[in-house]
């Protein structure tokens, strides 16, 4: 469901991702904004329409995501591929999995 979301965030919102990890408490998400809308934006309209799917799912009500967010802007001497990089592999250091394939909830567009 909440990959539906991302998709969905994708196509209709005007962002591109670009690489993503969902983690089981959390998400990583690498996104290019365009011009006609921001991020805050982008994650009030995600996080209001995957916890509404969740919730409607689960069967509950309430929250599903915290407050707020932290963002990291990517600078030119950064480079995109090493940061995707990075985001897939939290299910590897987080200890979930011993190599990115084996866990099934992300991507990237340079695969």
């Known amino acids: ?7 969905h965030a994708q196509t209709h919102l005007d ?3 670009l690489a993503w990890v969902l983690m089981p408490d959390h998400l990583h998400w690498l996104m290019q904004l365009n011009e006609t809308t921001t991020l805050a934006r982008t994650l009030r309209v995600f996080k209001g329409r995957s916890a509404k799917t969740a919730n409607h799912y689960l069967d509950r009500t309430g929250g599903l995501w915290q407050k707020g967010f932290h963002d990291h802007a990517i600078r030119q001497n950064e480079s995109l591929q090493q ?3 990075y985001i897939v592999a939290n299910p590897i250091r987080a200890g979930l999995v011993r190599r ?7 991507d990237a567009v340079w695969l």
């Open 100 to 106: 990115v394939g084996d866990y099934p909830l992300w």
């Open 15 to 17: 962002v591109q991702s």
């Open 1 to 7: 469901m909440i990959v539906q979301e991302l998709q």
């Open 83 to 85: 940061v995707a990089r």
